[in-house]
């Protein structure tokens, strides 16, 4: 019954858990050299297990980075760190108006691997993801 009760209190924790920070040595080899391709001297790397794909977390400059790749080393997506005023004017009305009174904590500019580019707003716990003209598409809760 104890045994039960605890992997039943695993499998519901695993339902809420959505990256898993994981090391560089359980990243598949074509993932890091795919990585390492189009990122090349980036030693500082955090890496996340994300829905079956990988996440490399790293920074160039002062400027926040991540880049998701499938297991086969696919590029899925890039996201850049941006200032909340580079978010589109649409995107911070929106955000004005739904989210009254509430700070805007992180902005990111995404673009995945077909080139389209969305825009993501981290308000509270929420991660609200707009189109490139600033039309809310999505909200995420963290």
């Known amino acids: 019954m104890k045994n039960s009760l605890l992997a039943c209190l695993a499998l519901l924790f695993s339902c809420f858990v959505s990256a898993q920070n994981i090391s560089s040595k ?7 050299s795919t990585f ?3 990122y090349p001297n980036q030693t500082d ?3 996340e297990k994300e829905k079956g794909n990988y996440e490399a977390n790293f920074k160039t400059g002062s400027t926040e980075r991540a880049v998701l790749l499938d297991t086969n080393g696919n590029i899925l997506e890039t996201e850049e760190e941006i ?4 978010l589109p004017a649409k995107a911070l009305a929106y955000i004005e108006k739904n989210y009254k009174h509430k700070k805007i904590k992180e902005a990111a500019q995404i673009t995945d691997s077909h080139g389209t580019i969305t825009f ?4 509270s716990s929420i991660d609200l993801i707009f189109d490139k003209q600033g039309a809310c598409i999505k909200s995420i809760a963290d």
């Open 26 to 32: 359980d990243v598949p080899n074509i993932v890091k």
């Open 83 to 86: 200032s909340v005023k580079k």
């Open 36 to 38: 390492l391709k189009s």
């Open 120 to 123: 993501e707003a981290q308000v």
């Open 45 to 47: 790397v955090k890496w």
